[in-house]
């Protein structure tokens, strides 16, 4: 999106907190602001100055979006975003650097709130422009799908302030590109562009930072003229694979394929292709 069309979003959008607060002013010092275009949740990341630097404040507010919107039955898919320069540029350091190991480990310090996306059933798309680095790099690789704009850049920079990633990067990294990669950028703290994690397959698609919205709002809209029970079953069975042995794998994906023949929308979508017409999904 760009920054003219990023800045009219809140004029144009019903721009909110998950605390439902109105006052626009207000609504643009919130951590996370959040818009409906129609069935999708645009959530996006709201630190500018700080390059969305991922501090406690925005993870409980997104996580607060995100069960909300879980919950909406309006609500089909879900995107997280943030800015021309930077989806998020990693954990807040300044709010990090005095903690010690009784502090993290007492508080549940990542644990508590950036685990909160697990929970989440719908779709959930990450558009990356920007830095994505740190644990914004693993807040995106949470998510199911990740669009990037071709000016994105990744990495896990972690080990040239003497840590490791702790959001996931070493265990969701490795899963995606590989040991190879993993430990290239792991273990280097290099930054990739948008076309090398595309060829390594850390992110689905790649896009002109100009279209990266409207190309994401239209898959997201495509996706939601969907069934959302088969959705949700499709994501389970996708992210089961990464748990179980393969035979555990497909019998977990059998048995979703069987249930869905229970659903009046597998009755719409058969009959549908038949007649040669759309369908017309009631999500049951």
Not at 89 to 96: E, L, P, R, Y
Not at 147 to 174: H, M, S, Y
């Amino acid at each position: 999106m760009s920054k003219q069309n990023e800045s009219n979003e809140v004029a144009t959008s019903v721009e909110r907190t998950p605390a439902a607060l109105d006052q626009t002013s207000t609504a643009q010092q919130a951590p996370v602001l959040i818009a409906r275009h129609g069935p999708i949740s645009l959530m996006r990341l709201n630190r500018p100055k700080q390059l969305n630097a991922l501090n406690d404040a925005l993870m409980d507010c997104l996580g607060e979006a995100l069960i909300e919107a879980d919950k909406d039955p309006a609500v089909m898919v879900i995107i997280i975003t943030g800015s021309d320069k930077a989806f998020a540029a990693g954990a807040d350091i300044d709010a990090m650097k005095h903690y010690d190991f009784v502090d993290v480990y007492k508080n549940e310090y990542i644990s508590r709130n950036w685990e909160t996306i697990r929970k989440v059933r719908k779709p959930v798309i990450a558009a990356v422009a920007g830095f994505a680095l740190g644990g914004g790099c693993e807040l995106a690789m949470m998510c199911d799908m990740v669009f990037a704009a071709d000016n994105a850049k990744f990495g896990q920079p972690e080990i040239k302030l003497a840590v490791i990633p702790g959001a996931g990067g070493t265990q969701r990294l490795t899963r995606l590109a590989g040991k190879a990669k993993a430990m290239d950028m792991v273990l280097t703290g290099k930054m990739i562009g948008a076309e090398q994690a595309l060829a390594d397959g850390l992110i689905s698609r790649v896009y002109p930072l100009a279209d990266l919205m409207p190309q994401t709002l239209s898959v997201a809209n495509d996706m939601a003229k969907l069934s959302l029970p088969s959705l949700m079953a499709a994501k389970e069975s996708i992210n089961r694979a990464f748990e179980v042995p393969l035979s555990e794998g497909l019998l977990f994906e059998r048995r979703n394929f069987h249930a869905l023949f229970g659903t009046a929308d597998q009755k719409e979508g058969m009959q549908a292709f038949l007649e040669k017409r759309s369908p017309s999904f009631t999500h049951r």
